[in-house]
């Protein structure tokens, strides 16, 4: 059974940086794809980064050169680091997993959707 759980989400103030672990269990990172959401109540969650199959890296916009994201497959953790945050950085922080899908040609691929999520951890950066 797969069970992702967040830590590190905490108050911050602008500038200031946090850590974000996603311990994943149930499963091996190696054979996942892997990626950080993030939601303010009311509103749509959004993807903020993910790994692809040949782990590289895409950022939302938002928060290209500031946040990065990287995993530790002998850990099963995911982590994101995230630097001079913003209040506008506030909300809940999601990891999500899927395991990677299989191409016609044999090959193994990530998409954009995620089988599954961790409970979250709330992120909260004051000005």
């Known amino acids: 059974q797969v069970r992702l759980v967040e830590s590190g989400g905490g108050s911050v103030q602008t500038g200031g940086s946090l850590r974000l672990s996603c311990a994943a269990s149930g499963f091996s990172y190696s054979r996942y794809c892997m990626a950080w959401f993030r939601q303010v109540p009311g509103k749509e969650r959004e993807a903020v980064t993910s790994l692809d199959n040949e782990g590289h890296s895409q950022y939302a916009d938002s928060v290209k050169g500031r946040f990065t994201i990287s995993k530790d497959n002998g850990k099963n953790t995911l982590y994101l680091q995230m630097n001079s945050l913003k209040p506008e950085d506030t909300a809940i922080y999601y990891c999500?997993?899927?395991?990677?899908?299989?191409?016609?040609?044999?090959?193994?691929?990530?998409?954009?959707?995620?089988?599954?999520w961790g409970q979250g951890t709330q992120v909260t950066v004051s000005s």
């Open positions: 999500a997993a899927r395991e990677k899908l299989l191409g016609a040609r044999g090959n193994r691929y990530c998409d954009t959707t995620y089988t599954d």
